[in-house]
């Protein structure tokens, strides 16, 4: 188990960029697949990316392919989302979570959920 929690969300203007970190603590975290979810307005919670426990094999929904970026520092118990050439449609609420297997790209494989950070984008 692990215990997340979201930070470096704010509004920025499109074509922007943001950094959000994710701050876990836990012993076995470097053992951990983490993923980034994201929730908009009237819609449920949809995926992002996530990253392998040793940051060897990356995953990102097609829709930020080639903009964001997920890494991770396993020295410092945070998993990161940069995210570039921001858009209107990017504004959500961000959730990090640690994968408890499963598919990757599904809810329903992750667990220890963090509180969110709001990402806002003007257009």
């Known amino acids: 188990q692990v215990q997340t929690v979201e930070t470096g969300g704010g509004s920025v203007p499109a074509g922007g960029s943001l950094r959000l970190s994710c701050a876990a603590s836990g012993r076995s975290f470097s053992t951990y697949t983490m993923g980034w979810f994201r929730r908009a307005p009237g819609t449920e919670r949809d995926f992002v990316a996530a990253?392998?426990?040793?940051?060897?094999?990356?995953y990102y929904a097609d829709s930020v392919q080639g903009r964001f970026i997920i890494s991770r520092d396993n020295a410092k118990n945070t998993v990161y989302l940069q995210m570039n050439s921001l858009k209107p449609e990017d504004t959500a609420i961000y959730y990090c979570?640690?994968?408890?297997?499963?598919?990757?790209?599904?809810?329903?494989?992750?667990?220890?959920w963090g509180q969110g950070t709001q990402v806002t984008v003007s257009s």
């Open positions: 990253i392998t426990y040793t940051g060897d094999r990356l």
């Open positions: 979570a640690r994968h408890v297997g499963g598919n990757l790209y599904a809810i329903g494989a992750y667990g220890d």
